[in-house]
């Protein structure tokens, strides 16, 4: 069996966490990379008190922690993993870009990246008492989704392997069924 490792990506509020909550299957496993390097944080005596946090704590350090302990993680029984995580960290001193070299590292076979409506995300972010971060500009949010799209591809381009696109409309149910079948452990 060829595992096929997913890195599905897109805005902090563009509905990444929700839809993979509902795809998953007895024969996938979820990661958030979020989680990961706050625990591996943790671990290593450098926690922090919230995921939120990990915008302004060290890009290096997190993604090395993320590196390791998704290796340490990963289930090699599993057909599929997804890695929740983003390609650019909104952070107060301005957006960082993740290096291809962490995908590389993690062995991603492919990139989703849910692309969602600007007003959505903002609406969302407003909702989500969870979290502490800006809930932004609908315009400031397109501009910051366009970077994340096109460093997505980018990041594709250099390790070769595919990005698709998925916008989130009106019509969930066919977001999730056009998810559902990019999730699925063999290609269809």
Same mark, same amino acid.
């Given at each position: 069996?060829?595992?096929?490792?997913?890195?599905?990506?897109?805005?902090?509020?563009?509905?990444?966490?929700?839809?993979?909550?509902?795809?998953?299957?007895?024969?996938?496993?979820?990661?958030?990379?979020?989680?990961?390097?706050?625990?591996?944080r943790q671990?290593?005596?450098?926690?922090?008190?919230?995921?939120?946090?990990?915008?302004?704590?060290?890009?290096?350090?997190?993604?090395?922690?993320?590196?390791?302990?998704?290796?340490?993680?990963?289930?090699?029984?599993?057909?599929?993993?997804?890695?929740?995580?983003?390609?650019?960290?909104?952070?107060?001193?301005?957006?960082?870009?993740?290096?291809?070299?962490?995908? @590389?590292?993690i062995g991603?076979?492919?990139?989703?990246?849910?692309?969602?409506?600007?007003?959505?995300?903002?609406?969302?972010?407003?909702?989500?008492?969870?979290?502490?971060?800006?809930?932004?500009?609908?315009?400031?949010?397109?501009?910051?989704?366009?970077?994340?799209?096109?460093?997505?591809?980018?990041?594709?381009?250099?390790?070769?392997?595919?990005?698709?696109?998925?916008?989130?409309?009106?019509?969930?149910?066919?977001? @999730?069924? @056009?998810?559902?079948?990019?999730?699925?452990?063999?290609?269809?």
């Amino acid at each position: 069996m060829t595992q096929k490792l997913i890195a599905f990506t897109g805005l902090s509020g563009a509905g990444k966490t929700t839809f993979l909550a509902r795809l998953k299957t007895p024969t996938m496993q979820i990661l958030q990379a979020e989680e990961i390097i706050k625990s591996a944080r943790q671990t290593f005596g450098q926690a922090v008190s919230a995921v939120d946090d990990l915008r302004s704590a060290d890009l290096g350090v997190n993604q090395d922690l993320l590196v390791g302990e998704f290796v340490r993680l990963k289930d090699r029984s599993a057909e599929i993993v997804v890695l929740d995580c983003h390609v650019v960290i909104e952070a107060e001193s301005g957006l960082s870009r993740v290096e291809a070299a962490i995908f @590389e590292s993690i062995g991603i076979t492919g990139m989703i990246f849910l692309r969602g409506s600007p007003e959505e995300i903002v609406r969302r972010r407003e909702v989500d008492r969870s979290r502490r971060r800006a809930a932004g500009v609908a315009s400031d949010l397109e501009e910051i989704q366009e970077i994340a799209h096109a460093h997505a591809q980018t990041i594709c381009d250099l390790l070769r392997v595919p990005l698709t696109t998925v916008f989130l409309g009106d019509d969930n149910a066919a977001t @999730e069924r @056009e998810l559902r079948s990019l999730l699925s452990p063999v290609d269809q």
